[in-house]
């Protein structure tokens, strides 16, 4: 989440010392006009301080500068020609001050007025993603954990990826998974499957019972005709692990999502599912057997997971994020110094920006990390 905190008070002092600049025009134009030749006029040069006001101030600071430049330019009226008051000239370079400094503060006043409507709408946003996806806890049991999310749509801060973690008596039961769609709609999905999720992860039930039960929840609701319009045509791709506390190798069922990478000493493999399942929500379509895979993961290891945001970001050239290539020989034994590792090379990657909303969480079994490559089952 931004931090709100700790840097809001330096803007305003900037703000406050750019006043200067204008402030310097306007003094400068105006000395320079009343000594120049009579045939030549600087005074309409005075609304550039004005013009330039809003770059750093708000509608007051506007005002303020507006009001300086129509007084200086009166003044400059009064000095070049005292035998009368203002000359024609003048009182129209008075007018246009006038009526460009009212439009900018005007103009300062609806930009703040936005600005206030964006930042609430920012708050409701991060409040909403505390509560349907708050970050993992930094320890769970054993394990230490670092979690992501990176959404497409900057404002917004939520979307579809989902991810959430729950400790039962006898491990970490984890899903990450990622919705069709995009939007308020796939939001909304995602926050039925982490419900469902995590009601259940902690019942007495296998790995292949829970994931039986989180597909039953979403073709209930995503299947529905009323609501969708055509069978079928929502649902969820997803890998649910379950990591036991005392070691042993990791439980794991892939519905059509990404497979985890286990990390051992900077050198990664992917552990694909040979018996994957749908996605979540084609179970009455489908009818499948949840078959329940696992793999190693020892002391000193990391463990990936991700969702194809990731892995289908892109450069500009088209090139989609090489994520198995880029993380080979990263050392960091840290999840969240990983993560942040991770996550700074994507965006530099793409640009700054992604095209799809991304979730990542990172698994670490604390201890002494052997010595030889992952093994291959």
């Known amino acids: 989440m931004p931090r709100r905190l700790g840097g809001s008070s330096r803007p305003v002092r900037e703000g406050r010392a750019l006043v200067a600049i204008p402030i310097a025009w ?30 750093f101030g708000g509608p007051r600071t506007v005002g303020l500068v507006a009001a300086l430049a129509v007084a200086a330019q009166t003044l400059i009226g009064i000095l070049r020609e005292p035998d009368e008051l203002l000359s024609a000239n003048h009182e129209a370079q008075i007018i246009a001050l006038l009526l460009v400094g009212a439009g900018l503060v005007i103009f300062c006043i609806v930009r703040e007025r936005r600005a206030r409507e964006l930042r609430q709408v920012r708050y409701v946003a991060e409040a909403a993603q505390r509560v349907v996806l708050p970050p993992l806890p930094s320890r769970i049991g054993p394990l230490r954990v670092a979690s992501l999310y990176l959404a497409t749509e900057a404002e917004a801060q939520i979307g579809g990826d989902l991810y959430a973690a729950a400790h039962t008596i006898s491990g970490t039961r984890l899903i990450i998974g990622d919705v069709r769609g995009k939007g308020m709609t796939a939001a909304s999905d995602a926050a039925l499957l982490l419900g469902a999720f995590r009601v259940a992860a902690h019942r007495q039930s296998t790995l292949g019972e829970l994931v039986a039960h989180l597909d039953r929840s979403m073709c209930w609701d995503l299947m529905e005709p009323v609501e969708t319009g055509s069978y079928g045509e929502a649902f969820i791709t997803a890998t649910v ?137």
Do not use: K
Request: proline share 13%; aromatic share 4%; hydrophobic share 40%.
């Open 26 to 55: 306007i003094v400068a134009v105006s000395v320079i006009d009343v000594l120049a030749p009579p045939d030549i006029h600087l005074g309409p040069l005075l609304v550039a301080a004005p013009a330039i006001a809003p770059s």
């Open 241 to 377: 692990l379950d990591v036991p506390d005392r070691g042993g190798p990791v439980q794991m069922v892939s519905c059509g999502h990404p497979p985890p990478i286990a990390l051992r000493n900077g050198r990664p493999m992917a552990r694909g599912a040979l018996r994957p399942a749908p996605p979540l929500g084609l179970g009455e379509l489908a009818h499948p057997r949840y078959h329940v895979e696992s793999f190693p993961f020892d002391p000193g290891d990391l463990l990936l997971l991700h969702t194809d945001g990731v892995t289908e970001a892109h450069d500009s050239a088209g090139a989609f994020y090489p994520l198995t290539e880029r993380i080979t020989g990263w050392t960091e034994r840290d999840p969240d110094a990983f993560l942040d590792h991770l996550r700074r090379d994507l965006l530099q990657y793409v640009g700054g920006h992604l095209d799809d909303d991304a979730a990542v969480i990172v698994l670490e079994r604390p201890g002494a990390a052997g010595g030889g490559p992952i093994p291959r089952e």
